[in-house]
């Protein structure tokens, strides 16, 4: 039962990277966008989705919290800051996308905040899992890091390098999604961000050598993992050449295929471990009687449902999409 749980919040947690991740990056993209019409068209390729995509970060935080209670206090007991920021900028990124389209003289403030909330919402996603990659402060199994424990050199960089991934993610999705001036405009910015996730990547991996991580052992120790990084590579080349030929439906597959290489290298990096690497899987799970009850409800229907959901929505949603129109 514990590894179904462990499934399910593997499973809840690749969804939301994917799905949030494009739309939070079209967020950060859309502020670097002047033209009013191209920034109408960008929210219309969202404007059916983005709220049933965070949808998911609910469903990755219940069941953190109903089968991992040890892992829910201590991470949310490391992590309050960021967490707050970061719920604080998807409140107000939805606050905006939904004023935006009323406002006249004002629309520069919401358009403002919804760039601002998804730059926010990303960097503290990433800055949390460098936290994690790095190792925080633990002492008798209690987190003693303080409010900014999270906080280093190396948190910094892995949400610079989360934001920079988004917005790749943004950019094939666009590609994917609209024609003309966005398309073209997203389809310039795809090998730019590309070169800067790859730059973010290398960083990192010196960065590990340099300060001896524990999880460079893990890599060391297992070498099935470099299975993670081919396969990213190989993803990497193809969405070099969809590129080269302006194929519009390859790139953000092959982009969902590098987050999910990277996401599968640093889930059995941790393993067996929920906090890396101080508390395990097991120490983590809650008594078998409160798994096997939440099974019942939302193993056995509410996470079926969801995936049935955005499947069905994906699908009336698909092919190119028209400009959006600001006042309705």
């Not at 520069?108 to 460098?130: C, D, K, N, R, T």
């Not at 001036?181 to 795809?190: E, G, K, L, P």
């Not at 193809?238 to 080269?244: D, E, G, K, P, Q």
């Not at 290489?261 to 640093?266: E, I, R, Y």
Request: glycine content about 10%; aromatic content about 14%.
């Amino acid at each position: 039962m514990v590894m179904f749980w462990v499934a399910l919040l593997a499973i809840s947690i690749l969804i939301y990277l994917l799905l949030d991740g494009f739309d939070l990056g079209i967020g950060m993209l859309f502020g670097l966008t002047r033209s009013e019409a191209n920034r109408s068209a960008m929210l219309s390729t969202v404007a059916p989705v983005w709220d049933g995509n965070e949808t998911w970060l609910v469903v990755s935080g219940v069941i953190l919290w109903g089968a991992f209670p040890v892992a829910y206090s201590v991470l949310l007991s490391a992590f309050y800051v960021p967490v707050i920021v970061m719920l604080l900028g998807l409140i107000l990124r939805g606050v905006a996308f939904e004023f935006r389209n009323k406002a006249l003289r004002t629309r520069w403030i919401w358009e403002a905040g919804f760039a601002g909330g998804s730059l926010a919402a990303s960097f503290m996603q990433g800055a949390m899992v460098g936290a994690l990659v790095r190792g925080l402060a633990f002492a008798d199994g209690e987190y003693t890091g303080g409010a900014l424990g999270w906080l280093s050199p190396f948190s910094v960089l892995c949400g610079v390098g989360l934001c920079l991934g988004y917005m790749l993610l943004g950019a094939c999705w666009l590609v994917r999604k609209c024609d003309g001036v966005v398309r073209a405009t997203a389809r310039r910015q795809i090998p730019i961000l590309a070169i800067g996730v790859l730059g973010f990547l290398v960083l990192v991996f010196v960065y590990a050598l340099a300060e001896h991580l524990l999880i460079l052992h893990r890599w060391i120790d297992r070498p099935y993992l470099f299975v993670f990084p081919a396969i990213g590579a190989a993803a990497a080349t193809v969405l070099a050449t969809s590129i080269l030929r302006h194929n519009d439906y390859w790139p953000f597959h092959m982009v969902a295929l590098i987050f999910a290489s990277a996401f599968g290298t640093l889930a059995l990096s941790f393993w067996p471990y929920m906090i890396p690497f101080v508390i395990t899987i097991d120490e983590a799970a809650a008594p078998h009687s409160s798994l096997a009850f939440m099974f019942w409800g939302e193993g056995l229907f509410v996470f079926p449902l969801l995936l049935v959901y955005t499947a069905v929505g994906y699908r009336v949603f698909r092919g190119k999409v028209g400009p959006m129109v600001d006042h309705y």
